[in-house]
């Protein structure tokens, strides 16, 4: 167990520059994700902390220990990757056996381990076949009890369930949380999925071009969005964003644009002061806006078209327009709506978000 | 429709194979037949009334015979072996060091290093053999099996390297990877993971450098003089032909001797040999 500190972490390739000063303090036990977008880095940065990648500039500590100039082996570390890395060769006892071969235990020792982490993830019955007579699901479990037999002080997965159907892959994510509750390792966790990200970390890191964009719990990422970025990659459909003008009409703030016209929340009235006359991006989550009833407040609501019908069984997505603002709402199944219907919408005061169009930064 | 279908199957499957089947297996039947054929049908007239050319209805092993008394064959055949056996071996470790350097290592000038191996593989012994001499001279290997051990490398190495680095691109590089977070040093990767997986790669370098050095016939017959130090392939063109008499049936014994090995060593691995050129298998 061990908390893993990275450093002003920086890597460069010939041309590239794919981790720009990363500054991530992983706790004892702590389950992190780092999530973005294909070539954010998030990858780079697993792998630098699993020694495959050299460090450009920074520091890298596991433990106590400075690892940067550390093979990997020496790392004490457990990788789960993508495609698997089973070792074809092999059987899966042998797979899961090879780490702890390789580190000199005493048999008895490697069959108790071994026995014992087939056992957690139930492929006690798989031990003897080769990884090319597994299925994908299998084939992971054996990955994930590879890694786990070495109870190694921090555990780091590569997009491990990418290569699985939907369906497993939700019975997976599922298992490596229940997992992770029972093993209280410390874990890092790579995906480019936003979900798994949400579903697993204890905190997550939101990393885009090498940055580091928000760290923070599910709830808070998804809540308070530190940009623009953030808030569209969080969340599934992603947040609706229009283009407004902040206006003083009779003393209050009012977002405005064509078509779509609403005050600006009291909570957020005071940050938005400076903005007067200067346009900002409105961001709102497609289920914080709701079909208008008598009872909403004119100053929050606003007409729409409804452009096309998504009925999902538990939920219904609109996809609307307001003027020339496309957006998303996430409505209740019981709505009767149908293309080219109009529809007032109201909005959730305190669940509006505003961003600085130059900075992109949370307002 | 079927019809048709079974028609154009003829066409363009059946009488192509066929063709090619049995031109490429002629020259082999024509090297046993003749093997086989006593030598007063071998040197009949074209015209003579009872010639049969395709056929003998007198077989006999008296060119077999006379090949393993009256010449060294024997001592050819081992030759040979000794000599493409511990070539192929230098090759085979060489390449295999080099073609995994090449696939996987990060190091300047790596493509540039990988392509004048190869383009070295391009020059042609026929040009390479006089340089070459010069050098076996300077360390009196001449006439010695090391002149060929020492110098089949020269076109055996770039060979496998080139083979087997495109062995060691398919092999997902995760699986070392993994072995080296598992405990592995690099080195330990490479021999207790990659090389593993890239037996029928390895192997089907190991056959065709065989093959090439047992065949070999440029620098065997420059590098090598006297009539027990020389190869089969040597041996049988220039200790079988004197003047301008051919003894066809030793020739042909010797040349079916000759081929034997080559052709058990084929048929037994074909099929890593086949998995070794098409890609390997998926981790």
Known sequence: MAQVMMKDLNKKYDEVHAVKDVNLHIRDKEFVVLVGPSGCGKSTTLRMVAGLEEITAGEITIGDRVVNDLPPKDRDIAMVFQNYALYPHMTVYDNMAFGLKMRKFPKTEIAKRVGDAAEILGIQELLKRKPRQLSGGQRQRVAVGRAIVRHPQVFLFDEPLSNLDAKLRVQMRVELKRLHERLETTAIYVTHDQVEAMTLGDRVVVMKDGWIQQVGEPLELYSRPANRFVAGFIGSPSMNFVETTIADVNGGLWADTAGLRVKVPPASAARLGPYKGQKVTLGIRPEDLRVASGADSADYSFDTVVEVVEPLGSEILLDLKAGPNVMVARVDPTVRVKHQDKMRLSLHPERVHFFDNKTELAI | ?283
């Open chain 2, 1 to 283: 429709m079927v019809i048709e279908r079974r028609w154009k199957k003829w066409v363009y499957f059946y009488i192509p194979l066929t063709i090619f089947v049995i031109g490429t297996l002629f020259p082999f039947y024509w090297m046993l037949v003749t093997a086989i054929r006593p030598d007063a049908e071998l040197y009949r007239s074209w015209r003579a009334v009872n010639n049969a050319p395709f056929w003998t209805l007198q077989p006999t092993l008296e060119h077999f015979r006379d090949l393993m008394a009256k010449t060294t064959f024997p001592r050819w055949l081992w030759n040979t072996f000794f000599i493409a056996v511990i070539s192929t071996s230098i090759s085979l470790a060489c390449g295999l060091l080099a073609g995994y350097a090449l696939a996987r290592l990060k190091f300047p000038m790596a493509g540039t290093l990988g392509t004048s191996i190869f383009v070295t593989y391009l020059v042609p012994p026929t040009l390479l053999f006089i340089p070459l001499a010069d050098i076996i001279r300077d360390f009196q290997l001449g006439n010695t099996p090391w002149a060929l051990i020492l110098t089949y490398p020269t076109f055996l190495i770039p060979f496998c390297t080139w083979l087997l680095m495109g062995y060691f691109k398919t092999i997902p590089k995760e699986l070392e990877e993994c072995a080296r977070i598992d405990g592995a040093t690099r080195f330990g990767a490479m021999v207790r993971i990659i090389f593993p997986i890239a037996v029928p790669g390895i192997l089907s370098a190991g056959i065709f450098a065989f093959t090439l050095s047992w065949n070999e016939f440029i620098y065997a017959l420059i590098f090598l003089s006297s009539p027990e130090r020389k190869t089969v392939p040597v041996g049988v063109v220039s200790e079988l032909i004197r003047g301008d008499i051919y003894f066809w049936g030793q020739l042909m014994a010797g040349a079916l001797l000759g081929s034997i090995p080559v052709a058990l060593v084929y048929s037994f691995f074909v099929e890593y040999y086949v998995t070794g050129l098409t890609g390997s298998v998926k981790g």
